[in-house]
């Protein structure tokens, strides 16, 4: 495969920019090679900038839920982007985006636009401390909520697939006010609760894990989650960021049927454009300033083009029969993975919820993070680059998700799949 230009690009690259990538996941070095710059996409394709395809399982690690330059968002984009591209003052866009997002997810009675996921989880869990006046945030290992100073304690994403212990930067003080248990313990968070009570502001989580690898919460843990919050008067935050518009209209919460207090969302809302939010409780978002005195703000917050392209996505996910396409396709891969697996003998198996998924070798369940480390990385490392050769472009991390979009037709799955049993054959006979 040619890669001369990636190549140059990569050295230049890396001249002016710290390895040469503005987020470093995207720098492949759990899977090490060298990333390709990507020229184009459409639908389920990218092109990089050799003139290579690849059928995209990444989705921008998420946001694409329709694919890529999806007709109606271009259309929603370059309609918005004529009449100007910014005010910095309110626009009709943002109230309609509020709107239609609280009717998809009721417990978002209120709602803030922010630009980015990272800013959704920190705004949320300074309104919780100014709600509660409590210090304390229990978070769960593997879990990741951005890379603001206190929600970075043993993150997964890129936290994790570089492996680095916790970020130098970041105040002991800051990160002593955050609390971690492995998801999925319940009862190691009941015990903070008795250790710590009246003291812990919330409890944040992604209600399904997408950044250790994807991985579904016990049947109770979001229940009992929900319990302990309650019961001892601290909120309860869902970082739906990842699950919000992808596994249901209504995020994880709605296929939970569990309401937390405060919601983070990003990605998908956007539609590919720079966009999140925090919502919930009107009594608590009563608190953010102008109302109250929790200071939030940003010169792009609820930008008009992230706006626009947030709104098309959202009414493009309003069809009937859309998410139940994903769950199909997300079922055919998985059990087609599965299913090559076992012809094979190869030890592994396959976390999915909806249109996510992740495949993890050489273990049996990946039910929490320590699980989701024991994994063969080196194998997944070899599984990428197979895939890639085949003209398959998946996360370059075993700690994330392969998205499955709508522009995937039946025929990308099949070929995905014909890849994989191609690579395993190889991989297994040495
Ligand atoms: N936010 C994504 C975590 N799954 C990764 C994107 C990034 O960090 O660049």
Redesign the pocket.
Known sequence: METSRSTHLLSRARKKIPGGV?????AWKAVSGQPRFIARGVGARVFDVDGNEYTDFLGS??PLILGHAHPEVVQAVTETLTRGTTFGAPTEGEVELAELVSQRMPSIEQLRLVSS?TEAAMSAVRLARGFTGRPKVIKFDGC?H??SDGLLARA???VATLALPDSPGVPPAFAGETLVVPFNDLNRTAELFRKYPGVIAAVIVEPIC??MGVMLPAPQFLAGLRELTRQDGALLIFDE??TGFRVAAGGAQEVYGVAPDLTCL??ILGGGLPLGAFGGKKEIMALLAPEGPVYQAGTLSGNPLAVAAGLATLRRLARPGVYQRLEEHGQIFEDGLEKVLDQYGMPGLVNRAGSMLTLFFGVETVNHAGEARLSDQARFGRYFHGMLERGIYL?PSQ???VFISLAHERKDLENALNAFELWVRLEATG
């Open positions: 503005n987020s470093p996941v995207r690690w998420g996921g990741y951005g890379h997964g994403s890129g997408g950044n960021v990842i990003g990605k996360p700690f994330e998700a």
